[in-house]
């Protein structure tokens, strides 16, 4: 199969400006610094960590919403880096996200057909009039809206229904790679369901590829063929959803693992396990080393000096960790 | 079937607009300020058909005559003789022309600053927003005097330069707005689309700028009436025979033993005309708050 | 984790809910936020809520606290204690809130003030509920940040919230609220703001600390595997009603609710192998200003029957503890 998204050694870094009147320093959060991967065509890469990895970061760069410091980002065999500003915006139509909060991603003044229908004018400006409602009704029934809502405003709808809309949003052009950053996080468990159920149908409907973000392993598992970890704007594990969950390698992985909570009270009762101690460190000022050395459990003086490269332990399984 | 039956009856929304309105009706100070101020604008649109007088008409037997029905000056005259019930009307005319023309000018210079500034951000918006603090510091009412003093008193130039100092609290106003709502998941997801950064203004950042604006509009009207009415009182404002209720309110405080008539119907309207305002801009705050959703 | 088994029935329950009703004034109508419940909370039990967004879970404590909103209105009867709470003078409200029961939040920052020090915050409670002086206020409180694992408490306690990160700030405002030794601790969704990694330091405290002080708490989650970690008994909510309570093991082995049954079923869960086709509820949570006549969840059951339309069910005890809002539990 060929490679639909190829991501080498992309660096996000934001200047973070500094604190003192005079001579103030600046500094540097790396908020992606240096991940890679690539994607099939209908693919889904589950991407995995905690608040402030830089997953959205991540996502943004890829799209290219933030300015991306460093490495590359290949999209169907061409280097997006090299392209125009306009050529870049052509590319748009081939690439799109859905956003956490199903709300806030819809504009509350424009209306459901609006909404949907702007790629649409963007990219099919010469679109008959009757034909746009027709294709924004076509996609409002594949994503489970009923049709007549069209002329509806996003705040008479439920945060499940907004979600849908922006998952329509995204579909209208048919685009080749689909990113959903967190797309459930913010809904009911039992409208979370309905959610990922729609998505892993769509997929294979479309032959979409796709980069689901989540900070819960669980719903990654459900959906994702390969996973990447990711801890403080590194990957630090990465291999196929049914290696993760059987062998996982990492640290850091593991104790992600063990932190989720089981519901069944006969075996999260009787669970035996350390949660990790600490918070994350912050991202400015990140340990020396490997990143996650200050909350290793197997942290040894070697961590501290020098930070692990990527290996691969087994076929398609990387880990970063000196001792995996 | 189901397409069939959908198509056929498709539901309409309700906008954040409508709901809005709908809250505003419900709310009885703003529906009252609403009814109350539409009168007046009534009346002071309509003044030369209400009145068999003109506003610079002296009538030499009547000087500073009650209110009376029988020789029709239904508020008095003035120390002049002129009808108190047309000067009223007119001077109104003039308050709300000045109010309103003002704060257009303050709308337009305030939002294109403010939206400009919000939406590049960076190193333009510094320089910009450190532009308004600075004419912020500036003493604006000496700066006002001075130009009357300079180019004689323009009916004109006041609009101008009432505009002028209001504008640098939208320009604030509305550059904190933008700043926000760029920041928010649609205008990125717009972004993401494809949709140009002129489109994105005009589509997402615009519209859901008005909501505030009109609150602030309606909040900045009164306050420029009240500088025109203390620019007639330090007597800078509009020139004789002209008037407006500022100058009228001068004129009437002036002998308020002997006739209070010449100061208290002035007053009363410049006062209710205020009042409106603020019930109006507050109702409109309350209903276009989306936390009271 | 050790699970310390329910002791027999005391005579009177710690927290006795009856016939509660929340109802909210609004311009589009009144909002019954909270509808005819009742339940009891008995000494060192943990009692966790569970339901969707919306189905009055927050209003519910809010009102055992009485910190409702100003258009909320409270009818029924609260017995903390065997005292009534409902109708209650502010004043004496104010006594029994934070020294004898205790609250956490999702949000820290709702209960801590910006603006002053941990420490002044904590003594601040203590001197105020207690009558201790500062210096043995503050010697307390800081054994109490020692008991909730803040490394350096000695020196921190000096400090401002937002020196502190989100899972310590969590774990101040769980000492804060530990700080009189309360005998019912009420805690709003303390982890979901949180990281996993760091939820799971939280719940292990929270068991760690009911150990020790053996309070009550009432702990309200959307998280079913939280709910499974710790609570003894279990209690789902909604549309503002009861629809199942049970002892955790019953709810998890033997739901009977359609709701709670399909709830289980629509979680990912990280111990099935590969990935099974999710079960999920179709439709969409009610609207509470157009509650139908029926019961809440009938748009979208799959098992209604006819009456389900017509009439309320009532919540029925269909064996020992195990309580049941369903018609068709009433089905011969
Ligand atoms: N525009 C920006 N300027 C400066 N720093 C930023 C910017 N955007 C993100 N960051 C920082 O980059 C880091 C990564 O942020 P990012 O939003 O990618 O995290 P995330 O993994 O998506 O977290 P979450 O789970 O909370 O969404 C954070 O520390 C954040 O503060
Ligand atoms: N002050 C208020 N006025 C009107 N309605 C209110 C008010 N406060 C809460 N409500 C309504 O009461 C209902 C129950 O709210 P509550 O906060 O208890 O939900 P919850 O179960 O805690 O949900 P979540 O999981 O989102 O926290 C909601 O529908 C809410 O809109
Ligand atoms: S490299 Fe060292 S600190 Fe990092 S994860 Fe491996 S053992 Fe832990
Ligand atoms: S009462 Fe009827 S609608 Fe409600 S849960 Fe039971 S079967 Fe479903
Ligand atoms: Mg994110
Ligand atoms: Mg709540």
Known sequence: MTKLLRVDDLKIHFRIPGEGLFRPRHKTLRAVDGISFDLDAGETLGIVGESGCGKSTLARGILGLVPVTGGSIWLAGEELAHLSARELRKRRQHMQIVFQDPLASLDPRMTVSEIIAEPLQVFEPNLGKKERKHKVQGIMERVGLLPNQINRYPHEFSGGQCQRIGIARALVLKPKLLICDEPVSALDVSIQAQIINLLMDIQEDMQLSMLFIAHDLSVVKQISHRVMVMYLGKMVEATTRDD????????????????????????????????????????????????????????????????????????????????? | MNQTLAASTEIKGRSLWQDAWQRLLRNKAALTAVVVLATISLLVVAAPW???????????????????????HIFGTD????????????????????????????????????????????????????????????????????????????????????????????????RGQTLTLKNKEFVEAAMACGVSTPRIILRHIVPNLLG?????????????????????????????????????????????????????????????????FNFIGDGLRDALDPKDR | MPWIPKTADMPIPLLEVNNLRTSFHTNDGEVYAVNDLSFSVEKGETLGVVGESGSGKSQLVLSIINLLASNGQLQGSIRFQGQELVGMKPKEINRIRGNRIGMIFQDPMTCLNGYLTIARQMTEVLM???????????????????????????NRIDRYPHEFSGGMRQRVMIAMALLCQPDLLIADEPSTALDVTVQAQIIQLMNELQQEFGMSIIMITHDLGVIAGISDNVMVMYGGRICE?????????????PYTLGLLRSVPRLDTAGSVKLHSIPGNPPNLLQLPPGCAFVDRCQKGIPVCDQRQPRLREISPEHRVACHLEELP
């Open chain 1, 244 to 324: 993760l969950y059987r062998d996982p390698r990492h640290p850091y992985t593991r104790a992600l693992i063990d932190a989720i909570p089981i519901p069944d009270p006969a075996i999260e009762r009787n669970k035996k396990f350390e949660p990790l101690q600490g918070d994350l460190p912050s991202p400015l000022d990140p340990p020396s080393g490997c990143s996650f050395r200050t909350r290793c459990p197997m942290a040894a003086d070697s961590c501290a000096a020098e930070a692990p490269a990527q290996r691969e332990v087994s076929e398609g399984h990387w880990v970063s960790c000196h001792f995996a």
């Open chain 2, 212 to 276: 505030i604006v009109v609150v602030y509009v309606t909040l900045t009207i009164p306050q420029v009436i009240l500088v025109e009415s203390f620019l007639s009182f330090l007597g800078l404002g509009v020139q004789e025979p002209n008037t407006s209720w500022g100058a009228l309110v001068n004129e009437g405080a002036q002998d308020m033993e002997s006739a209070p008539w010449a100061l208290l119907f002035p007053a009363g309207f410049l006062a209710a005309t205020l009042f409106c």
């Open chain 3, 128 to 154: 105020h509920h207690q009558g201790l002086d500062y210096a043995s206020a503050k010697k307390h409180s800081i054994e109490m940040l020692d008991a909730v694992h803040i490394p350096d408490a000695k």
């Open chain 2, 79 to 174: 120390s002049v003789g002129r009808d108190l019930f047309v000067r009223t009307l007119h001077g109104g005319r003039m308050s709300l022309m000045v109010g309103i023309i003002a704060t257009l000018v303050s709308l337009v210079i305030g939002i294109t600053w403010g939206a400009t500034a919000g939406y590049i951000g960076g190193r333009v918006d510094n320089i910009m927003m450190r532009i308004v603090d600075i004419l912020y510091a500036m003493p604006f009412m000496f700066f006002v005097i001075l130009l009357m003093v300079f180019f004689g008193r323009n009916i004109y130039l006041i609009f101008i330069a009432i505009g002028a100092i209001n504008w640098l609290d939208m320009a604030r106003i509305v």
């Open chain 3, 245 to 257: 309570q049970a002892p955790v093991f019953e709810l998890f082995d033997n739901p009977r609710h």
């Open chain 2, 50 to 72: 209400l009145s068999p007088y003109e506003f610079d008409e002296i009538d030499w037997d009547l000087i500073s005559t009650a209110p009376s029905l029988e020789n029709g």
